[in-house]
């Protein structure tokens, strides 16, 4: 895995290196992070005896530190005081080999447990367990911005890069940070994009759009085989990003491949929202979206069943969806895919912390006045959740060592952001995050309450091992929400290197037979076998597929092709 991968998958001075926090600070104190931390502070200070084992074991590693520091100035050898765990940002041999390094990383660690031993002790039975978290957070966030590795006279690396080039890497990080300075908010560039474009190497599946409503666009691949299963299926992605994750790169590509794996393929391409579009509701989103292309795919096809692939809350709509269409009596959905989808959001993992009434109501502020929420909310919103491999990463590579950004698909496609409707956003929002109605049977959509229970589909369900937007065992309570036959899939990666998952010698799945309550039981039963998920989601669904034939038509008399693939809305 390169380091771009991982990092997804996972002459400078202060004032240069804190320049991409404090936006983003002020971004965590909207969300009350600030006095989450207040909070925890003083209650820590009403335990007095904690915080004083605190300062203790603080001074005793600090102690401790001093002593080891000077053996290693005298050529002796031994553990740290402070236990070392692996981090990417620590790699340079200095920071073992040479004392002062190895004394600042030392104190750095040592800082960082007392801070750890302080909001601990901050802790009670009585206490707000999200204010927790988010006190825990935004210590987090602060040590690192704070780390040694962020400054230039503090992280060997880059004084050696410095000295091997003469100086022209200083040269090279000054470029970049006025460059992001004056052009990208003050933070550092996650990607270079100029190599990728849309239609030639991203997003290039060859298709036609077949339909075009003031929502969405539905593209109709083209097939790649002699003879597809008489069943189509339609991917569902994702609004909160353009579709095209999908259908990434060329061997990178889900709808790629299983359009190689006999599959007529249908996709939705959402529009990019704007003022215009401030009343559109969630209920539009169903109508106008996954149950209109089943219409447009019914008449060009002529297919019965059709079976859908969701991911994210692309699979969250697909889920209402198919409960809807059961509920009025719509039987045309076959089998279903859910990729890293949450059902059941009791748990949502670390997006909890911006989803509480407070923030939602912030939220819900910001979008009234607009009449949407900017795509850079949600993208900065998910780089806070990995604040080390998302920006600090890059304030080294970019500014420190004077390295140009990578040109990376994964990364391409994240900061083609798109905007969030007001009404709709609002709606998702409180009714599944703040109140869960989705798994719980009390959320209507076009007039009808939904019910999970109703759905009969077969599932294939999805989840990565290192997902941090949607965490894999919040999306297994799928199996426990969905009536009919389910096998859920526990794959390598992350939310995204999760999903673009072609068949390599480092990719690894997990499957089991039973679908137990607990998702760790599941774990414990579950075999790991080599190779990608997208060769065992390809048997199963072939086998619901139906029969072999030939392709129908690139669309219909009634909905023509109007443009070539990926169609217009991509670029907005």
């Known amino acids: ?47 007095p005896g904690a915080v004083a084992a605190a300062n203790l074991r603080f001074a005793g590693r600090m102690a401790r530190i001093g002593v080891s520091t000077a053996g290693r100035w005298l050529g002796a050898q031994g553990e740290p005081p402070v236990p070392v765990e692996k981090d990417r940002r620590f790699a340079d041999p200095a920071w073992e080999d040479h004392p002062g390094y190895f004394a600042l990383r030392q104190c750095y660690l040592a800082a960082q447990g007392l801070a750890d031993d302080l909001l601990e002790a901050g802790r009670g039975e009585d206490a707000d367990q999200l204010a927790d978290r988010k006190a825990e957070m935004i210590t987090r966030f602060l040590f690192d911005a704070l780390a040694p590795t962020n400054f230039l006279l503090t992280n060997p690396a880059a004084l050696k890069r410095a000295f091997e080039t003469a100086g022209g890497s200083l040269v090279s990080g000054g470029r970049h940070f006025v460059d992001d300075l004056l052009h ?4 550092p560039k996650q990607v270079d994009t100029r190599p990728f474009h849309l239609g030639e190497n991203m997003a290039a599946t060859p298709g036609r759009v077949v339909f075009r409503n003031d929502l969405m666009e539905l593209i109709q691949y083209a097939p790649q085989s ?27 590509s889900f709808i790629e491949w299983a359009v190689q794996h006999q599959r007529t393929v249908f996709a939705i391409s959402y529009r990019n929202p704007d003022a215009t579009m401030s009343g ?43 409960a809807y269409l059961t509920h009025t009596g719509d039987s045309r959905i076959g089998s279903i895919t859910l990729l890293n989808t949450l059902l059941d959001y009791s748990n949502p993992g670390a997006l909890g912390m911006f989803t509480d009434e407070k923030t939602v ?80 049977g009390e959320l209507e959509i076009a007039g009808q309450r939904l019910s999970l229970s109703d759905v009969k589909s077969d599932t294939y369900l999805v989840g990565a091992i290192n997902d941090h937007i949607v965490p894999w065992q919040a999306s297994y309570k799928a199996t426990q929400l969905l009536p009919g036959d389910a096998r859920y899939v526990l794959t390598s990666g992350g939310h995204i290197a999760g999903i673009v998952n072609p068949p390599s010698p480092k990719a690894w799945y997990e499957v089991a037979d039973d679908n137990p309550e607990d998702a760790m039981a599941w774990r414990k039963a579950a075999t790991r076998k080599s190779g990608s998920w997208w060769e065992d989601w390809a048997r199963w669904g072939g086998e619901r597929a139906g029969r072999l034939g030939a392709p129908p038509p690139l669309g219909s008399r009634r909905y023509p092709a109007v443009g070539d693939a990926p169609g217009n809305y991509i670029h907005g």
């Open 361 to 440: 109501a912030g939220l819900e502020k910001q979008m009234a006045a607009k009449g949407f929420l900017e795509g850079s909310n949600m993208a900065t919103t998910f780089d806070l959740l990995r604040a080390n491999d998302l920006i600090f990463n890059y304030v080294v590579s970019n500014w420190l060592m004077g390295q140009e950004p990578p040109a990376f698909d994964i990364l391409a496609w994240n900061v083609d952001s798109t905007r969030m409707p007001a009404a709709m956003h609002s709606f998702y929002l409180r009714s599944l995050y703040l109140k869960n109605q989705l798994a719980t």
């Open 1 to 47: 895995m390169s380091t771009n991968e991982a990092a997804w998958d996972t002459g400078s001075t202060a004032a240069e290196t804190l320049a991409p926090e404090s936006g983003l600070i002020a971004q965590l104190d909207s969300g009350d992070f600030g006095k989450s931390l207040t909070s925890a502070i003083r209650r820590a200070a009403q335990n």
């Open 226 to 252: 002699d003879q597809v299963h008489e069943v189509p299926l339609l991917a569902s992605p994702p609004w909160i990003n353009k579709y095209y994750v999908m259908d990434l790169a060329p061997g990178r």
């Open 280 to 322: 559109v509701t969630l209920d539009d989103y169903l109508i106008q979206g996954p149950q209109k292309a089943l219409d447009v795919i019914a008449d060009i096809t002529g297919a019965e069943k059709v079976d859908i692939v969701g991911l994210c809350l692309g699979g969250a709509l697909t889920a209402m969806t198919a």
């Open 184 to 187: 990208n908010g003050g933070r």
